[in-house]
């Protein structure tokens, strides 16, 4: 008998290889009940083939997938407490809404009732708000509301775990937004894990309570959005995931300053030291300040603004500064001076607190 297990998702030293390409090195990884989880990275870094994993749509080489307490290895895709909602949906043109989400109930042994199936039935098109689109053609359906009977296809035999493989992909930016909300909600009404394959760093963060950045295979960094977004423990996680401005330096042999590129020195905090040498100083973009006059109460850099990409209540600047080089730099239009937007060809000044950047040995930006 299994012990019970305080996680729905267990990953022991799973290798996962194709011929002679490794596609997943040596992952662990623990995903606790109710979570919602994103796994997220670029093309080929092996989100897909973890959820696949997890899925029983693959083995793996090496290692052990536990589900529940339960070992899976080797166990189908059909005997796991799981289903799945694929990126183009994957539902029955011939069928109409309640027949798509009816057809996993009406597979299972022993056979479901008629009148149990209605229920369920009209229960998960409830929860995802179709409760009145039984009848309606997959045709007659918007892709949103395509994505809502996949949705409840996969809830409705009550599995533990959801896996959603890239859902929003092929909404438009509104109506993704809006099933960013409505995933949330039934995650909650549900109680149970959900876990999300996305490339898109905005969507993980936006959604998920555990985020895992993945890159060539491996696990980069496992935490909270906040913790990945605001102590990213590498540069390649402070790359992939928001925006990033990358400023060359040396760290001197007190292990204590920084040395910028134009020879201007910064004071590293205790979490910021690295071994001495060359380093790379990591900004966020919405953590700088552009003024029109130079600050005198933070660090501030002469440069000049070659591009501006308005965005509503906040525009977005690329700005040249000598012996540093390009920054980008997102303003509150109301937080600069005079209320003013600032036109390309301007001369503006960039301050930033060096306390909120992070540091990175450069050796380790791989």
């Known amino acids: 008998?299994?012990?019970?297990?305080?996680?729905?998702?267990?990953?022991?030293?799973?290798?996962?290889?194709?011929?002679?390409v490794t596609a997943v090195t040596d992952i662990n990884l623990n995903v606790p009940k109710g979570a919602f989880l994103a796994l997220l990275g670029p093309s080929g870094c092996g989100k897909t083939t973890c959820l696949r994993m997890i899925g029983g749509f693959e083995q793996p080489s090496q290692g052990t997938v536990l589900i529940d307490g339960r070992e899976m290895n080797g166990v189908p895709a059909y005997r796991r407490p799981i289903n799945m909602v694929f990126q183009h949906y994957?539902?029955?043109?011939?069928?109409?809404?309640?027949?798509?989400?009816?057809?996993?109930?009406?597979?299972?042994?022993?056979?479901?009732?008629?009148?149990?199936?209605d229920r369920r039935v009209g229960e998960a098109l409830e929860m995802v708000r179709l409760g009145g689109f039984?009848?309606?053609?997959?045709?007659?359906?918007?892709?949103?509301?395509?994505?809502?009977?996949?949705?409840a296809r996969a809830i409705v035999n009550r599995p533990s775990v959801l896996l959603l493989d890239e859902p929003l992909a092929a909404l438009?930016?509104?109506?993704?937004?809006?099933?960013?909300?409505?995933?949330?909600?039934?995650?909650?009404?549900?109680?149970?894990?959900?876990?999300?394959?996305?490339h898109d760093q905005e969507e993980a963060l936006s959604m998920a309570d555990v985020v895992c950045v993945m890159s060539a295979g491996r696990i980069r960094q496992l935490g909270s959005p906040q913790e990945v977004y605001d102590r990213p423990a590498d540069l390649f996680v402070a790359d992939?995931?928001?925006?990033?401005?990358?400023?060359?330096?040396?760290?001197?042999?007190?292990?204590?300053?920084?040395?910028?590129?134009?020879?201007?020195?910064?004071?590293?905090?205790?979490?910021?030291?690295?071994?001495?040498?060359?380093?790379?100083?990591a900004i966020r973009p919405e953590a700088m300040r552009l003024t029109r006059a130079q600050a005198s109460?933070?660090?501030?850099?002469?440069?000049v603004v070659t591009h501006r990409i308005f965005l509503g209540s906040s525009a977005e600047y690329a700005v040249a500064v000598p012996?540093?080089?390009?920054?980008?730099?997102?303003?509150?239009?109301r937080g600069i001076s005079e209320s003013d937007l600032v036109e390309p060809g301007e001369t503006v000044f960039l301050g930033f607190d060096p306390a909120g950047a992070h540091v990175f040995s450069a050796s380790s930006a791989a």
């Open 1 to 20: 008998m299994a012990s019970a297990s305080t996680n729905d998702i267990e990953f022991r030293s799973v290798t996962k290889n194709y011929g002679s």
């Open 90 to 117: 994957a539902l029955f043109p011939h069928f109409n809404v309640e027949q798509n989400v009816a057809y996993g109930l009406r597979q299972m042994r022993p056979r479901i009732a008629t009148a149990e199936i």
């Open 134 to 151: 039984a009848k309606r053609r997959i045709h007659e359906m918007s892709g949103g509301q395509q994505q809502r009977v996949a949705l």
């Open 172 to 198: 438009d930016k509104k109506l993704r937004s809006a099933m960013q909300i409505e995933l949330q909600t039934l995650q909650r009404e549900l109680g149970i894990t959900f876990v999300l394959v996305t």
């Open 240 to 281: 992939f995931v928001g925006k990033t401005n990358r400023v060359d330096a040396t760290m001197e042999a007190d292990g204590a300053t920084l040395r910028l590129g134009d020879g201007s020195a910064i004071s590293a905090a205790a979490r910021q030291r690295v071994v001495p040498g060359q380093a790379i100083v």
């Open 297 to 303: 109460d933070i660090m501030s850099f002469k440069g």
């Open 323 to 333: 012996g540093l080089g390009d920054f980008l730099v997102t303003a509150d239009r």
